[in-house]
């Protein structure tokens, strides 16, 4: 009786054995050199608001050119309603719920565009904010200023873009 579960055990051992070496090799068994799978990768790909001028990628890097800095170092979103990105990027108001995009771009920006008075200087800043329309992706209010709006995930989810 004993013989014939010492010979089990050995024949299921010998089993185990030729299948780890046929599945590893034998390097695999000593080595920890066992065969590697991929693991997937998280699925964090957005695709990004779009209109038929384009995408909220070439809106920002649009605005960022204009202001002076064609490779901002930072481009984030929230999509939002107007209310809120006026109230966090502007300190303003609005009485409008209209769905809408808070862009913020970070970079060295002049603003040579505005009306400003002969003599004096532009607008600067390290930071350019926008509201986009998320219906037609018109920019409806834009601003430059050094403000880091860390509170950007207050009024929604961030969503980085690469520049």
């Not at 350019?128 to 219906?135: G, K, Q």
Request: proline residues 6%; glycine residues 8%; charged residues 10%.
């Amino acid at each position: 009786m004993h013989k014939r579960m010492f010979a089990l055990i050995v024949a299921v051992f010998c089993v185990a054995l030729v299948s780890c070496i046929g599945a590893y090799g034998i390097r695999g068994l000593f080595h920890n050199n066992r065969p590697v799978v991929a693991a997937a990768q998280p699925s964090n790909q957005v695709s990004l608001p779009s209109w038929g001028t384009g995408d909220l990628r070439d809106i920002a890097l649009r605005m960022a050119a204009e202001a002076g800095d064609a490779n901002p170092t930072s481009i984030q979103y929230v999509r939002t309603t107007n209310r809120q990105a006026a109230a966090t990027l502007f300190h303003g108001d609005s009485s409008s719920n209209d769905p809408c995009y808070a862009v913020v771009l970070q970079g060295n920006f002049i603003d040579t565009k505005t009306f400003f008075p002969a003599g004096a200087t532009p607008p600067a800043g390290t930071t350019i904010c926008f509201i986009v329309r998320a219906s037609d992706g018109a920019v409806t209010d834009f601003g430059i200023n050094s403000f880091s709006y860390a509170n950007l995930d207050q009024i929604g989810w961030v969503v980085s873009i690469a520049p």
